[in-house]
């Protein structure tokens, strides 16, 4: 006799009416003395398993019943359609065996609170709207992938311990670096990019970067992953259409990979596509200024625009818009100064809706040696520690722009989630390093 096939519950549709085995997680139980409904979790999807006493026997049917949430099993029976089950399947359950056993799990049906939820984050995994968060994540990523790719950008993936600052002195984890000094982790892989693109022209990375931030919103991590793209002979203008081309690519394919998922996450994508059938609006930080003075807001050339203004902006335009030319001192020494208006640069952020806030931020870079030397010494920068970069500017330098959009804030406006905590598996934040 041939053993039965054990299946994983991605390739049901393969085996309707076969008898097969699936090894998996008791995620709930429920029934009567008659019948047990047992939802099996196996890769992430929940199938049903129905346990009859009249099919089972006595002994069998009393050990279905007493399974408790999260023992591993190992079920085999038929493999039904069923339009009831979560997935469209269900397995008439001829025997089980117990492979772990599980007591007193911690996550419960009943309502937890985020703290305890996210100090089980290794537990929590296992949860309906996390395995579709997560999910989604994939997804997102795998679409951000397959952007660059259809069109010739290159993978490059940039070091994580670095020796010098890419963003801000003022955010950083350092680290002893045997005889050598102080190491950085990585708060943007944007100038090993530029490296590149000398090479390649179209470039990008994607990959964990850190802020020591002390900044405790809901949507700041002190780690998290950022996709950046670097292109040569590319200016600012240029910058931007690509940026709303690839936003706009990226979240219609994730939506679209996605929609039983964003079910379970309670979420309706209609409202987030309509913003995808227009063009993002551009203004000037000089504007965005004018009309939050306008609105009554205390604020004042120079300062920054943070999230609750951000927020206005968005609703004052109906969605996505991009804001342009900043002031310089509030940017990183590398954006390339407004040759048109030098107090600023040529950079944009893009404001994303429904009080998510900056998913971009992104410049054309400045591509002269003394100019950037002088924007380096400008923010108090050691210049020798750039070499390197300065090396980009001297041989065969040309003008090039770039941007990065933080996947976690992505992740939170697709799901329709408040925070960006449960858009990564285990968020790093000021005041948690558990599990
Ligand atoms: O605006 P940022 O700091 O830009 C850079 O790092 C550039 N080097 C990118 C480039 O031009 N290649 O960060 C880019 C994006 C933000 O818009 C935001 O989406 C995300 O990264 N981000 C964060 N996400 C979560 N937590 C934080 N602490 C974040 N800081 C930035």
Redesign the pocket.
Known sequence: MSETQVVSNHELEKHVDEKVAIQGWVHGIRGSNARQFLSLRNSGKIIQVLAEKEILGEELFQTVKHLRQETSVSVTGKLVRNEKSPIGFELILESIEVVGESENYPITPKEHGIDFLISQRHLWLRSSKQLAILRVRDNLSFAIRKYFHERNFLLIDTPILTGSV???AG?LFSTEYFDLGNAYLA?????Y?ETAIFAHNKVFCFGP?F?A?K?KTR??????W?V???VAFTGHKENLKLQEDFVKTIIKETVQNSLEDLKVLDRDPTPLLAYLEREFPVIDYTKALEILQSKGEDIVWGDDINSEREQMLTTEYGGPVFIQKYPREAK?F?MKVNPEDPKTVL?A??IAPDGV???????EREENYENIVHRLKEENLPVESYDWYLDLRKYGSVPH??????????IAWICGLQH?RECIPFPRMMERLYP
């Open positions: 890419g963003e801000s955010t708060q943007t892989g944007q100038l990019l970067t802020r931030e900044s949507r700041h991590l002190t780690e998290f950022m950046e793209a670097e990183a590398y950079n952020d893009l806030g900056e998913i971009i931020g992104g410049s722009s770039g941007f990065g959009l933080g996947s976690e804030r992505m960006v």
